[in-house]
């Protein structure tokens, strides 16, 4: 089967405490094939298959920061394991690589395997990535809660705040543009699992 494997890696892990928990704890609600664990030292590993969930597992890792993120997508041997670090199969190989590669490349992220809708994938999450840096904190309060569900409107009265000053961080925050960035994600992660258009 096609599935995508997440190898991240914490960056100067040496330097700081231990993020894998607390990068786990923030993952735990994304659908998986085989759950997000620690596989060695400071590095975890996570198999999906469904494209949403892997715009569900890239933006909290963004968010954070300091993150090497390898996303491998090809084929897993199956019957899969009980564990995602006993997994076998080239997206594994591919998201070795892919971490590998981030550790020097634009945001820390790289995306490897076959056919050239991977590259594309892996310029739209770049794209996505460099928009979510530069959202601040109010920025993402009021991001989150949009994701919730409620309206402007709404979280406006629950920030206490203006409408207007709302709209004002939203735009800044690029909410709009956000939201397109990760449906493009998961469309060109359909599409590289063999989905079609």
């Known amino acids: 089967m096609d599935a995508v494997v997440l190898t991240v890696d914490q960056d100067g892990s040496r330097e700081g405490a231990d993020e894998v928990p607390t990068a786990l704890a923030s ?3 994304v659908s998986t094939r085989l759950a997000f664990e620690r596989t ?3 590095e ?3 198999v999906l298959d469904d494209p949403t969930a892997l715009v569900a597992a890239l933006e909290p890792l963004l968010r954070a920061g300091g993150w090497n993120i390898g996303i491998g997508i090809g084929a897993v041997e199956t019957p899969l394991p009980d564990h995602a670090r006993a997994g076998r199969g080239p997206a594994y190989l591919y998201a070795r690589e892919a971490v590998t590669r981030a550790k020097s490349s634009p945001w820390r992220v790289r995306a490897v395997g076959e056919g050239d809708e991977v590259r594309a994938l892996e310029s739209a ?3 996505w990535a460099a928009l979510v840096s530069r959202r601040t904190p109010r920025g993402w309060e ?3 809660l949009v994701d919730q569900g409620l309206t402007y409107e709404q979280a406006a009265a629950r920030l206490s705040i203006s409408q207007s000053a ?3 961080r939203a735009a800044a925050a690029g909410i709009a543009e956000g939201r397109r960035a990760r ?3 998961a469309y060109l992660t359909r599409i590289a699992l063999g989905g079609g258009r």
């Open 27 to 29: 993952l735990a609600p």
């Open 40 to 42: 060695v030292g400071d």
């Open 44 to 46: 975890f590993q996570g």
């Open 125 to 127: 999450i770049w794209l």
């Open 142 to 144: 009021v991001a989150d």
């Open 166 to 168: 709302v709209s004002q």
């Open 183 to 185: 449906e493009l994600v």
